[in-house]
């Protein structure tokens, strides 16, 4: 079941692998579909996953199919699409210079219109939660409010959205505006986007691309 769904799960850990925001296992990928969720099994590098090494488990975790076991940050996962009804896919990674901007920051501020095009705005950077822990489910719905990412303190970001795609495009920008963020403040003082050049930014990514299906 979900054959195709499972393999869009693969396709976007590798996808973490080539934009260099996981190393070797490290974080996940995970979907709500059809009133289950699809997670990424623990411990095994994504290019090396097969679809049937995916895991199909009910909102609760159980597992409905799937012979492996399910990444460690499953309880906070499932914590996540419990509590936000609107999210169907979720990607945790601990990518090097968001994790860096969140040792510093207290947010990310919305200074880059890629970056607001992706998360829809400036990224609050959450409380320390471990690996494994409900707490980084908790603090994931706590602190991201109407936004597509958020860092978690000492160990890494959490990305959502409706779509797979949109988890993706929220982590792979907040990447590479994290590393401008690094950039600029070697420099100097970074400028930042008002308010109303954030709103027009969303907006105007409403409109990007070949249209959703
Ligand atoms: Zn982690």
């Not at 195709?4 to 934009?19: F, K, N, T, W």
């Not at 909102?59 to 906070?76: C, Y």
């Not at 409706?162 to 403040?185: F, I, M, N």
């Amino acid at each position: 079941m979900y054959e195709s769904e499972r393999q869009q799960i693969i396709d976007v850990g590798i996808a973490l692998d080539r934009y260099r925001l996981i190393s070797l296992s490290g974080g996940n990928v995970s979907m709500r579909i059809g009133g289950h969720i699809l997670v990424t099994p623990s411990g095994m590098s994504y290019e090396t996953l097969v679809p049937s090494d995916v895991v199909v488990m009910d909102p609760k975790g159980k597992v409905i199919e799937g012979e492996r076991r399910p990444s460690v940050d499953t309880v906070a996962l499932l914590h996540i699409y419990s509590n936000m009804p609107d999210v169907n896919a979720v990607i945790h990674t601990h990518q090097p210079y968001a994790t860096a901007v969140g040792l510093i920051l207290d947010e990310l501020p919305a200074f880059c219109t890629t970056l607001v095009n992706a998360t829809l705005g400036a990224v609050t950077v959450a409380p320390y939660s471990s690996a494994a822990s409900l707490d980084m489910g908790v603090r994931t719905v706590q602190y991201i409010g109407d936004k597509r990412a958020v860092i978690l303190r000492n160990h890494g970001v959490v990305t959502l959205g409706p779509t797979l795609k949109d988890a993706l495009y929220a982590a792979v920008y907040l990447e590479d505006a994290s590393r401008s963020w690094c950039a600029a403040r070697a420099m100097g003082t970074p400028r930042i986007l008002t308010p109303e050049q954030v709103a027009e930014a969303v907006e105007s990514f409403r409109h990007y691309g070949q249209g959703r299906k």
